[in-house]
């Protein structure tokens, strides 16, 4: 079977003391591409130098919507985020463009109206950000948590169609205006417990799906390390939902990617 995860963070310290045996758990299930979303600068520059190491891994460079300095955030002291490691909004799309012949994609981006309420600095960078992502053409990779329909708007505004919605929590509506504005969406490797997920495995066209796990994080196993090899439950999930095999679900997941990233 040949598997992809679009969206995990392999920079992550959950991985520092096993990188390489996680990376061959992958292997050994058929994975040949790991996209690894940079959430800040200095993890844009990790990513970079795994990429160099492990062929596996191909880099995506973003910034996490609520690590931008000039973003307020509702209570700092969350780890859902990483605030010591700001640096400007510049700085780092600058970084981000230097690179852009290194890099398959602009992620992890976008906006959360869980963790912060400012509004507007938040669509002023991801407006910022779609418009590298037109300039170096590379697709962007969406958080929207709490801002799915906001989220919607800004990209049907810009006419922004390179795009894939990380982990969508959207209901059925904002997922049929999704499809409509020709996005992609993700099944994620804990949908085996997410009756949403398997709706989305259900509803989006086929030519459309992706598969990711967002590693370390939502793991089919609750509290548990989700590691990249996982990502074939996602495969499952698709295979279950529309009657197909496992490998006919990869392999048109594995297309889906080739058409956007390659
Ligand atoms: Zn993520």
Same mark, same amino acid.
């Given at each position: ?52 190491? *492990?062929? +596996? ?14 973003? /307020? ?13 700001? %640096? ?11 690179? /852009? ?5 602009? #992620? ?18 991801? %407006? ?52 409509? +504005?020709?996005?992609? +969406?993700?099944?994620?490797?804990? @949908? ?11 509803? /989006? ?9 967002? @590693?370390?994080?939502? #793991?089919?196993?609750? #509290? ?8 074939? *439950? ?15 679900? @990869? ?5 889906? *990617? ?5």
């Amino acid at each position: 079977m040949i598997l992809v995860d679009v969206h995990a963070h392999m920079d992550f310290p959950e991985f520092e003391n096993d990188l390489p045996e996680v990376l061959n758990r992958a292997k050994n299930v058929g994975m040949v591409a790991i996209i690894s979303q940079g959430v800040h600068h200095a993890s844009n520059q990790k990513v970079l130098e795994l990429s160099k190491k *492990y062929p +596996l891994i191909r880099p995506a460079m973003g910034l996490y919507p609520l690590n931008a300095p000039n973003v /307020a955030v509702i209570d700092e002291s969350q780890d859902d985020f990483d605030r010591k490691h700001a %640096t400007s909004v510049d700085d780092t799309l600058k970084f981000i463009r230097q690179h /852009a012949a290194e890099i398959v994609a602009i #992620g992890e981006v976008g906006i959360d109206l869980h963790f912060s309420e400012d509004e507007q600095h938040q669509i002023d960078n991801f %407006t910022r950000i779609l418009q590298l992502s037109n300039a170096i053409k590379k697709p962007v990779i969406i958080h929207s948590r709490k801002a799915e329909k906001l989220v919607l708007d800004i990209l049907e505004d810009a006419k922004h169609r390179n795009a894939v919605l990380h982990c969508f929590s959207g209901g059925k509506k904002l997922i049929q205006r999704a499809i409509d +504005l020709d996005l992609h +969406l993700t099944v994620t490797s804990n @949908a085996n417990r997410s009756q949403h997920f398997q709706m989305m495995a259900r509803t /989006a066209p086929l030519d459309r799906l992706l598969t990711e796990t967002d @590693a370390p994080l939502l #793991g089919p196993v609750v #509290g548990e390390r989700n590691e990249p090899q996982n990502v074939q *439950y996602a495969v499952e999930i698709i295979a279950k939902e529309r009657g197909i095999t496992p490998d006919e679900a @990869a392999r048109l997941v594995y297309m889906n *990617y080739q058409n956007l990233f390659l």
